[in-house]
């Protein structure tokens, strides 16, 4: 599963915090239990009887949630399955064949939530099994008790109607199986079926033992008209047209999974297919984005080859199929051979460009293939085995494909992410005692596990490290793990007991805060460095031991030492013949902890020239950025040519703008830099002169440059430099249909405030889907509060739509209706400044429709989490 955590990550992000500790800046919630207490007293030493030590100590064991436990083994399942569209319910009859575990059993217990049972036997028999039904489990009593050497085989024939409890901040509804679109009457929008099994929400659609440390093979029959396409894991066996204009498609998967990892996805869609080492590779998009689907899903064969040669065991599974669906709960899931996205991944050549995004979310799921899916996590406390391999999956493929920096940088940002998180609540990576399976998937599962599996690849080095996951994934292929069984394969490839590194790392909680000291001592001719660890010691281990490098300059030459901190403060000496121009603690930038130390302007000036780590680069330029020294200020123009482009960036926004040269070099780097996030930030700093002679460069990156960010940053700029040429290239692009000049000018005409063009936003508000939309609607609701109570109206009608659909995003839905109260707070500002007492009766009546409006949108949304956040709409409160 890859959670969207978007790191809003602004360049002045990386210092601005404080000028000697790395900033993070993504925050999401963890939540604790205090457990009740009791007092201990004690004789204090000395035998006074009136005199206690008092010690609380806990009165109930700690919250635990164990693995399940398995009474049956579920081997197979066969589905085969009918849709009903109108009632958005699954007419299904399944055959499941199980064993009992270990022990002789009579019964076995399944998970199928919201289900409706018309028959319940043993295959082939017509005797209906007795059984016990609560609307989450059904208990079910066998005609007699089997051992763990009889299979036996169920046919239950059933009708499930999918419905959500809830859901988290990864997925946001736990309703298992989507109906979009079902009645066809949502304009544009295509009709669509999908799953979404994680965590245990398969059994909403189909009876199961749901349960990640279950695993069995599949056949699955999908009756569906014979318009649509279907995906489902495995391989298509077979695909029969039925004489009622229906067809059934044959899926077959002869490998044991999870049964969260079950799917659907039916849709009309194009297909593309590739090859790779004769196993078929499908791309399915919406048939507009065909052209781009593999774009879309950027470098899939050669990241099969990458992870299978870097890993020693070849992509596992019969195939690998990839599909976009309107309307996702998440952003994407490793669905066994068929890997479901969100609509956010499609997009156009142009929209495209630079988008390593992409990338690294094929990445993720991919690499779930191999962990995750064919070795599982065995419980959601181990959720780490599965998240923390493919959130670092990413930093890999960066690491291989674009470069040590390109991959640095995107391991700066998980780490931000996980130490902003860290500020709302830690807990141990591997984690027995959450409060809800859900709040699993955080930043911790993903972003500090990713970032501990770098810190074991650079202890062990790149042959140990790629050996003990071969060995893990060989060793347990197929089955479900739990973390010690990753130490064991580590401590049989390196001999060396690892028990400190997954103690203090997967099994205790928070990282260290460390304050480093740097001196020199010209007469025993040593450097000395000084490490201090400050970490809070009643809510984390109060010493890691921590093997690091630590980096000494002279003369232009470095000399590594490798030392181990294991002590609460620890100094070190090395010798040195002269005092040395730099140290650099942490030389390859892979702890994971905050870090501060002082050091000179000259000192910050060689960092950045000198430092082999993208880390202690970027952050050397940070803090050279403001400086008015001459030396800084040339440092910061020789940083526009950095080989690195986010280097050039933080140059480009830090670039002063009445310094003669520069402005010419800004032109330059705005129409030839070849990352097109630079060239976007070179024109908003051309634009932010208001100088009208860098106009021409701002029209021909409208006219010409391949990125579309670029052509709406070359908007913009323009809209600063010369706004009548700005809407007179606004207005040639109103044809296009592609989404990304869609939002450029719907961003532009927002700022513009010109209600004239408010029949833009009415014609393109079905148009943008995915991400966008949030954008879009509130840019729709900025331009029509600029006009009249009608257009107030009309907008509110559409966004309304938005609001009562249970299909959309509760982020979605909250925007909508946010955007409606905001129409009703400007109009009810108009009203109360209409001196006319007609107008103004004729305005309070039309502000009493969004009133309305909001007050029915309020009393259909059923999610807790919304409403909430309506209480206080309308605001302002509706007049008497």
Wanted: aromatic residues 12%; negative net charge; contains cysteine.
């Amino acid at each position: 599963m890859k959670k969207l955590l978007f790191f809003l990550l602004s360049i002045p992000f990386l210092w601005s915090c404080s000028p000697k500790q790395y900033s993070p800046i993504l925050l999401p919630e963890t939540e604790y239990r205090d457990l009740d207490t009791l007092t201990v007293t004690a004789p204090k030493p000395g035998g006074l009887e009136d005199s206690t030590i008092e010690t609380e100590v806990a009165n109930e064991l700690p919250a635990y949630n164990p693995s399940h436990k398995r009474d049956n083994d579920l081997l197979h399942t066969k589905l085969d399955l009918r849709f009903d569209w109108e009632k958005e319910q699954v007419m299904g009859k399944a055959t499941l064949t199980l064993k009992p575990y270990f022990y002789p059993t009579d019964k076995v217990v399944l998970d199928a939530k919201g289900f409706d049972f018309h028959k319940i036997t043993l295959e082939g028999s017509n005797q209906e099994l007795k059984h016990n039904y609560d609307g989450q489990q059904v208990t079910i009593y066998l005609d007699k008790t089997y051992n763990r050497n009889q299979e036996y085989k169920l046919f239950i024939d059933y009708t499930a109607t999918p419905s959500a409890g809830g859901g988290s901040a990864a997925i946001t509804s736990d309703k298992g199986l989507f109906f979009i679109n079902p009645r066809g009457d949502e304009g544009d929008k295509p009709q669509q079926i999908w799953s979404q099994g994680e965590t245990e929400n398969n059994s909403r659609w189909f009876p199961t033992i749901d349960k990640p440390n279950e695993r069995c093979t599949e056949e699955m029959i999908l009756t569906v008209e014979d318009r649509f396409k279907t995906l489902s894991n495995g391989v298509l066996v077979s695909s029969k047209k039925n004489s009622d204009g229906t067809r059934t498609d044959y899926w077959k998967m002869d490998m044991p999974h999870a049964p969260y990892l079950f799917m659907v996805a039916i849709g009309e869609y194009a297909v593309v297919h590739d090859k790779w080492r004769g196993k078929d590779v499908d791309y399915y998009v919406e048939p507009k984005f065909e052209k781009y689907a593999r774009n879309i899903f950027p470098n899939t064969p050669e990241l099969l080859s990458f992870y299978s040669d870097i890993l020693g065991v070849d992509y596992p599974w019969q195939k690998f199929s990839q599909v976009v669906v309107r309307d996702y709960v998440s952003g994407a899931m490793e669905n066994t051979t068929a890997v479901i996205f969100g609509e956010f991944m499609q997009g156009t050549d142009r929209e495209l460009i630079d988008n390593l995004q992409n990338d690294k979310i094929v990445a993720h799921e991919m690499f779930h293939h191999w962990f995750g899916d064919y070795v599982t996590c065995e419980s959601w406390a181990n959720l780490t085995l599965n998240e923390g391999f493919a959130n670092y999956s990413e930093y890999l493929w960066l690491e291989h494909k674009y470069g040590r920096d390109e991959a640095d940088f995107h391991r700066l940002q998980e780490m931000q992410g996980y130490l902003q998180a860290a500020q709302g609540g830690i807990h141990p990576l591997i984690n027995f005692g959450y409060d809800n399976r859900e709040d699993m998937f955080d930043a911790h599962s993903y972003n500090k596990g990713g970032l501990v599996l770098h810190m074991l690849r650079n202890y062990v080095g790149d042959e140990a490290f790629f050996a003990g996951l071969k060995k893990y994934l060989t060793d347990n292929a197929l089955s479900d793990v739990e973390g010690h069984e990753l130490r064991l394969a580590f401590e049989d490839v390196t001999g060396e007991d690892l028990n400190w590194f997954f103690n203090q790392w997967f099994y205790s909680e928070g990282q260290p805060d460390l304050k480093v000291d740097y001196d020199y001592d010209p007469d025993a001719k040593t450097v000395i460095v000084t490490v201090e660890q400050r970490q809070d010691a009643k809510k984390m281990p109060a010493i890691f031991q921590l093997p690091v490098a630590i980096d000494v300059y002279e003369n232009g030459e470095m000399t590594r030492h490798n030392v181990t901190i294991n002590e609460r403060k620890e100094t070190f000496t090395f010798p040195s013949p002269t005092d040395p121009d730099l140290i650099v603690f942490d030389g390859d930038g892979v702890l994971l902890a905050t870090v501060q130390d002082e050091k000179s302007l000259d000192e910050y000036l060689y960092q950045y020239e000198h430092a082999t780590n993208f880390l202690h680069r970027v952050k050397a330029l940070g803090e050279i950025a403001d400086s008015q020294d001459p030396r800084a200020e040339e440092v910061m123009k020789n940083a526009l040519n950095d080989k690195f482009w986010l280097l050039r960036l933080i140059a480009v926004e830090g670039a002063k703008t009445g310094e003669a040269g520069i402005m010419g070099k800004l032109a330059t780097i705005a129409e030839k830099d070849p990352h097109s996030s630079v060239r976007e930030t070179a024109l908003a700093k051309l634009g932010e002169t208001g100088d009208k002679q860098y106009a021409p460069v701002a029209t021909k990156a409208i006219e010409s440059d391949p990125a579309i960010k670029v052509v709406s940053a070359g908007l913009n700029a323009l809209l600063q430099l010369d706004e009548a040429a700005a809407m007179a290239a606004a207005k040639k692009l109103e044809s296009e249909d592609d989404q990304g000049i869609v939002m450029a000018l719907a961003t532009l005409y927002a700022d513009k405030g010109d209600p004239s063009k408010l029949p833009y936003f009415e014609k393109n508000f079905d148009k943008v889907g995915g991400f966008s939309q949030y954008s879009f609607i509130e840019a729709y609701a900025t331009l029509a509060a600029q006009g009249d109570a009608n257009a107030m109206l009309a907008a509110a009608g559409k966004m309304k739509k938005v609001a009562m659909s249970e299909a959309n995003f509760f982020w979605m839905r909250y925007m909508a209706t946010k955007s409606i109260n905001d129409l009703h707070a400007a109009l009810s500002e108009k009203t109360s400044t209409e001196a006319d007492e007609t107008k103004k009766e004729s305005l309070m009546a039309k502000d009493a429709q969004l009133v309305s409006i909001l007050q029915e949108i309020k009393a259909w949304e059923t999610d807790d989490r919304i409403k909430n956040m309506y209480k206080n709409f309308p605001d302002p409160p509706a007049r008497p």
